[in-house]
């Protein structure tokens, strides 16, 4: 079993940044990739990016031109997305989830998720 916990989310003016974290834990929490996924109200859930616990290796979806980057913390089991120059479409729910089946991308390959921290982003 994974449990995983965000947090960091809130109210940002256009412009701003934001840092959220996710605290993993589990026995096998090692042996899981670990994604970021936004949903706004009325829209899919999107891949936003993810990272492999042992190699480092990240991948990134194309809405986010670069301005967040995923990173993680593995003596904390935390992975992290930080966030910059912040748009109000930014403004959802941003959800971690562990994955041990690529592509990391596909939401339905996810297998444990967080309750998601909201982020609110005014213009």
């Known amino acids: 079993q994974v449990r995983l916990v965000e947090s960091g989310g809130g109210l940002v003016q256009a412009g701003g940044s934001l840092r959220l974290s996710c605290a993993a834990s589990?026995?096998?929490?090692?042996?899981?990739?670990m994604g970021w996924f936004r949903q706004a109200p009325g829209k899919e859930r999107e891949f936003l990016a993810a990272?492999?616990?042992?190699?480092?290796?990240?991948y990134y979806g194309s809405s986010n031109k670069g301005r967040f980057t995923i990173s993680r913390d593995n003596a904390k089991n935390t992975v992290f997305l930080q966030m910059n120059i912040l748009k109000p479409e930014d403004t959802a729910v941003y959800y971690c989830?562990?994955?041990?089946?690529?592509?990391?991308?596909?939401?339905?390959?996810?297998?444990?998720w967080g309750q998601g921290t909201q982020v609110t982003v005014s213009s």
């Open positions: 990272i492999t616990w042992s190699g480092g290796n990240t």
């Open positions: 989830a562990a994955s041990r089946t690529p592509p990391y991308y596909r939401t339905s390959n996810y297998d444990y």
């Open positions: 589990g026995r096998t929490i090692s042996s899981y990739t």
